[in-house]
């Protein structure tokens, strides 16, 4: 099998004849680091201006909505993004309410719609990830027609093993390129017992958001999605690693970067401070 170094080294004419041939973004030298909402989630319900004023003084320039601030009016949501110097490429809707959001995220005037996660019971059998996927071509045929783009965001349960196959597997399978995207969580790939280089490797230009999230050390890998699989921390402070999985994306022309941290030893405004602070340089490295 062909080395991570190795891979490193292929060129950008090679990586241009992967299978996914949708209109590719700019690198990471181009593209401002952005923030999934879901981190400051408690402080977002209770103030939503004043935390988008304190993304934006660190440095933040995009946000990934979630579902518990779709309560705004579309306007009025995206003026108080406009106000702060902050946009909105992409969100996360329920799966179970997505269908009722379609006309909602065209008024945001959102790129992506995302969703999330699977409903549970729909997690243990492959006929469950199945459905999901007919599903998913579904939501993108609609989407497509409204001028936006659909893509499933992955934990961990995913990659449970149903014999030889995954539900991951069947998600890649069964979905048609051309509807459906990947917004790869590097976080939930290593704590499913996987590698973020070697999965961008497989799975190419299906990929093209990306969230940044790191993962303490001296945990085991896990595909049960529990209290036991959340072992966060600030990006650059845990044990994945970042300048490889930047080059690749810088590779693999990947749209758009979104720190998120589910839970946080510190206040999540800090956190989101100590993770710009990591990849704002990096990312500049990088792009040399």
């Not at 934990?155 to 995954?166: M, P, S």
């Not at 976080?187 to 940044?212: C, F, K, S």
Request: hydrophobic fraction near 40%; glycine fraction near 6%; proline fraction near 6%.
């Amino acid at each position: 099998m062909q080395s991570r170094r190795d891979f490193l080294q292929i060129s950008a004419a090679a990586l241009a004849g992967l299978r996914y041939h949708e209109p590719l973004g700019a690198g990471p030298a181009r593209r401002p680091i952005g923030v999934q909402l879901y981190t400051v989630r408690q402080q977002a319900e209770k103030n939503l201006p004043e935390v988008l004023q304190q993304i934006h003084a660190i440095g933040y320039r995009e946000i990934e909505l979630y579902w518990n601030v779709y309560t705004h009016p579309a306007p009025e949501l995206r003026r108080m993004l406009a106000d702060h110097g902050l946009t909105a490429p992409s969100g996360h809707f329920n799966y179970d309410g997505l269908a009722s959001k379609l006309e909602y995220a065209r008024e945001l005037e959102l790129q992506w719609v995302v969703c999330p996660m699977l409903p549970r019971d729909m997690w243990d059998s492959v006929d469950g990830f199945r459905r999901a996927a007919d599903q998913f071509n579904r939501w993108g045929e609609q989407l497509r027609a409204l001028g936006i783009r659909f893509a499933f965001h992955n934990h961990n349960y995913e990659f449970q093993k149903f014999g030889n196959t995954t539900g991951f597997d069947v998600l890649m399978a069964s979905t048609d390129p051309k509807l459906v995207s990947l917004e790869m969580d590097c976080y939930w790939v290593t704590q499913a017992g996987h590698d973020p280089i070697e999965m961008l490797e497989n799975v190419g230009q299906r990929v093209r958001m990306l969230h940044l999230k790191d993962r303490k050390p001296g945990f085991p890998p896990s595909q049960q999605l529990n209290d036991a699989a959340g072992h966060f921390t600030e990006v650059g402070r845990g044990t994945i690693h970042w300048r490889e999985i930047l080059q690749m994306a810088q590779r693999l022309r990947i749209e758009h970067y979104f720190v998120e941290q589910d839970e946080s030893d510190k206040s999540p405004i800090e956190s989101l401070r100590i993770s710009y602070n990591y990849l704002q340089p990096l990312f500049a490295k990088v792009a040399q």
